[in-house]
Structure formats: structure tokens, C-alpha cells
């Protein structure tokens, strides 16, 4: 905005200075008229003094024509001639009072357009003065928003930095417990692996014992006691396996970015890997689920372009049909019509991939949003808090 006012204000000087070049050409053309008049005017003079002149002679041919009598038609042809000088002179006075009533008129026309121009100028430099202030103040304005952006930018930047350091240091040291508690665990497990063995030494001393004393009865109620507490032993090394797998299993895909696959899917794929069927949702972390089914079945491949060192037709169509097969079971039917037509794996899963594949500068920043805003309910137990996060950082 101030660019063009001083735009304006360099073509209204321009134009300014234009006009007053043309008066000062007005001035000079004045100028020249006056001296013109002038000169005719000094022609007017030099004409009355021939005039007077032209009346001694006459005088003086009077006063010949007298003492002559003889000279009388030089004297008349004099006359004549003094009679046409008359009559010139009359004209050239009439020409030159023309020329100086034209000439005042044009000066008096020339003087009031100056007054006229003048006049313009002087307000339109006004205006323009009275444009200059408000467009200042606009400008000190604007510079005022600008430093208090600028500010207010500074501010939230410091905010999310420090934000970002608090997670950051919140979510190692729960890394950290998450590690000390998969230690503790594998304690336990060698512990209780070793009350097994000892359990099981002592019901092989117990049955040597029971071959020997049969007839004991208390023996038969001792081992029976054995087994209770072998059995109890053993449920339990089945739990602390179960617990320790699930970490592993957790302790895998944060070195992979590959999150844990859940089990709360009211629908899952009829094969031997349970997973929820994709309805559009969390394609992120349905992708990495379904790449390590089809990692599994030895087709990842088919999701690409062909490779060179697959020669052989029938082997990559199989692995195409496997993978097509393995896609469509893990998909729902509100998804499943939409890639109903593709005919290979490559085609539906880049199908997919732009229907659902968050990769826009709004989705990056909502995800990030929520990255910084993750807390850990009550609720939640530390595998799904995991879970979430690997999720979005996917």
C-alpha cells in the first residue's frame, strides 16, 4: 500500500512538473508576443515619423508648387501618392489595434487557465499529503501487528519446544520402567523354571518312593499333593510365559515401528493371524499388520512392481492370487467395493494407499497435535499406551 502511494505521489509530481513547464512555454510565448507587439508598435512609429516626413515634403511641395507653376503634375502626383501613404498608414494603424486587442485577450485567457491549473494542483497536493498521513499510519500500525506476531510466534514456539523436551523425557523414563519390568520378569521366569525342576526331582524321588512303598497310603497323599502344586506350578510358568511373549512382542516393534496387532475387532480375517478388518480407519497400523501377514506368506512382494529375477509366470501368479486373497479377507465390505474391480495386488494396494494414506500438511499437523497432547489414562494399561504411540508415529 505505501509502494503505491508513492507511486501516485511520484506521477501526480511528474504531472506537476508538466504543467508547469507548459506555463512557463505559455510565459515564453507571451513574452514573445509582447516583444512582437512591441515591434509592432516601434513600426507604428517609425511609420508616423515617414508620415511626418511625407508631410514636410508635401509642405515643402506646396511651397515648390507655388513659386512653380511649371512643377504642377509632379506635385500632383505627389499628392496622390501622399494620399495612398495615408491610406496605408490608416490600415496598418487598424491592423496593429487588432493585434493588441487579440494579443490582451489571449494574455488575460492565458492568466486565468494558470489560475485554473494553479489551483488544481494546489489540491490535489493536498489530498495527496492528507492519502500520505493515513497510509503512515497504517504502515506504523501494520508494523505494530507484525512485532506483536512475532512475538506471540516466538512465545508458542518456546511452548511446544518445551512441550516437546517434557514428553520426550516422560516417555524415556517410562521406556526405561517398561524395560526394568521386562527384567524383573525374566527373573521371575528362570525362578519359577527352576522350583519346576525342583518340583520335578522331587516327583521322580516321590515315585521311586511311591514303587516302593505301595501299600503307604500317606506316600499316595503326598504325591497327590506333588501333582497339585506341579500343575499350579505349571499354569503359572504358562502365565509369566504369556506376559513375557507380549513384551518381547512389544519390545519388537519398537525396534521395527511395527505396533501390536489388537484382539477388540468385532470382525477378523479367517486365517490362522487375527486381525481387525480395515473400515477405513487407522489404515497406518492396518498396513503394518497385513504387511507382516503377507511378509509371512512369503507374497510382500506382489505390492510392487514385478522383480527381474522372477522368471517363472505361475510362481508370481501365485504369489499375486495369495497376496489379492490375504488383502481382500482383511477388508471390509464398505472398503472392499471400492478395489472389487483391480485385478492384481499392486493395483489395490495403490488403490488403498491414496483413498487413505494420511499424507497432507493439515493430517501431519493434527497428528503431531495429538502427539503432544497424549496422556496416559488410568485406564490404560502400558502395552495400549505404547501401542497408541507407536501408532502415531507411524
Given amino acids: 500500500m505505501a509502494a503505491t502511494s508513492e507511486e501516485e505521489m511520484e506521477s501526480l509530481l511528474s504531472n506537476f512538473d508538466q504543467i508547469y513547464e507548459d506555463f512557463q512555454s505559455g510565459v515564453s510565448e507571451i513574452q514573445l508576443l509582447r516583444s512582437n507587439c512591441n515591434a509592432e508598435a516601434q513600426r507604428c512609429k517609425a511609420l508616423e515619423f515617414t508620415c511626418n516626413s511625407l508631410k514636410l515634403e508635401n509642405d515643402r511641395l506646396r511651397k515648390v508648387y507655388t513659386e512653380s507653376l511649371n512643377k504642377l503634375s509632379n506635385q500632383l502626383e505627389q499628392s496622390t501618392s501622399c494620399q495612398s501613404l495615408k491610406e496605408e498608414l490608416k490600415k496598418v494603424n487598424d491592423k496593429c489595434l487588432i493585434k493588441e486587442d487579440e494579443h490582451r485577450k ?3 485567457l492565458l492568466k486565468h487557465e ?5 489551483q488544481n494542483l494546489e489540491t490535489q497536493i493536498s489530498c495527496l499529503l492528507v492519502q500520505k498521513g493515513a497510509n503512515e499510519t497504517t504502515i506504523n500500525n501494520l508494523h505494530q501487528d507484525l512485532a506483536l506476531y512475532k512475538a506471540n510466534l516466538k512465545f508458542v514456539n518456546d511452548q511446544l519446544e518445551q512441550l516437546q523436551k517434557n514428553l520426550e523425557s516422560k516417555y524415556e523414563l517410562e521406556m526405561n520402567d517398561l524395560r526394568d519390568c521386562l527384567l524383573i520378569e525374566l527373573e521371575e521366569k528362570k525362578e519359577l523354571t527352576k522350583k519346576l525342576q525342583n518340583l520335578e526331582r522331587e516327583l521322580l524321588i516321590s515315585k521311586t518312593k511311591l514303587a516302593d512303598r505301595q501299600s ?6 503326598h504325591v497327590d499333593a506333588l501333582k497339585q502344586k506341579l500343575m499350579k506350578l505349571r499354569k503359572e510358568n504358562e502365565i509369566l510365559k504369556r506376559k513375557l511373549d507380549g513384551s518381547k512382542e512389544v519390545k519388537d516393534g519398537q525396534q521395527q515401528n511395527n505396533p501390536v496387532s489388537g484382539k477388540e475387532a468385532s470382525s477378523t480375517v479367517a486365517t490362522k493371524y487375527e486381525i481387525e478388518k480395515f473400515n477405513g480407519n487407522n489404515f497406518s497400523s492396518w498396513k503394518m499388520r497385513i504387511k507382516a501377514i503377507l511378509r509371512k506368506d512369503n507374497c510382500l512382494v506382489a505390492i510392487g512392481d514385478r522383480l527381474a529375477e ?5 510362481k508370481w ?3 499375486d492370487g495369495n497376496a489379492i486373497a ?3 479377507l482383511a477388508l471390509a465390505d464398505g472398503v472392499l467395493s471400492s478395489v472389487a474391480e483391480k485385478k492384481t495386488t499392486k493395483e489395490i494396494w495403490d488403490t488403498l494407499t491414496k483413498l487413505y494414506e494420511a499424507k497432507s500438511l493439515h493430517n501431519k499437523i493434527f497428528l503431531k497435535r495429538r502427539l503432544y497432547t497424549l496422556q496416559m489414562m488410568e485406564s490404560t ?4 499406551h505404547i501401542n497408541t504411540l507407536n501408532t502415531l508415529f507411524s
Fill in 106 to 108: 489571449e494574455l488575460e
Fill in 216 to 221: 503307604n497310603s500317606t506316600s499316595d497323599w
Fill in 317 to 319: 501368479n501365485e504369489m
Fill in 326 to 328: 490375504n488383502l481382500h
Fill in 114 to 118: 494558470h489560475a485554473a491549473t494553479v
Fill in 310 to 314: 522372477i522368471l517363472h509366470n505361475g
Fill in 381 to 384: 494399561t502400558m502395552i495400549d
